[in-house]
């Protein structure tokens, strides 16, 4: 299930089987397109923070990626999805 940028992904915890992916939902726009890396980076720890009591959540963009997206951008996110910890509470 890819959620895209304005859903709000709280409203789908308990209600999406566990055998079911939700994948979602970083703004491609305005989460990865248009800001610094250090943005990306607590962006993406941010999502993964509310989303870590759900086992089925993995993290991506929420739609396809603009052109003009700096590739950076997209690796700080993938390397923040890899050296996530998650904050107890």
């Known amino acids: 299930l890819s959620l895209e940028t304005?859903?709000?992904?709280?409203?789908?915890?308990?209600r999406v089987p566990t055998?079911?992916?939700i994948f979602g939902n970083i703004s491609p726009v305005h989460g990865l397109m248009?800001?610094?890396?250090?943005?990306?980076r607590a962006?993406?720890?941010?999502?993964m923070q509310e989303?870590?009591?759900?086992p089925?959540?993995?993290?991506?963009?929420g739609c396809d990626l603009p052109v003009e997206t700096p590739i950076?951008?997209?690796g700080v996110m993938i390397k923040?999805?890899?050296?996530?910890?998650?904050k107890n509470g």
């Open 6 to 14: 304005p859903t709000d992904k709280t409203k789908r915890k308990g």
């Open 19 to 21: 055998d079911t992916i």
């Open 34 to 40: 248009m800001q610094k890396t250090a943005e990306v």
């Open 43 to 47: 962006c993406t720890h941010a999502l």
């Open 51 to 54: 989303m870590k009591d759900i």
């Open 56 to 61: 089925n959540f993995a993290v991506m963009s």
């Open 72 to 74: 950076e951008n997209v």
């Open 80 to 86: 923040a999805i890899k050296e996530f910890k998650p």
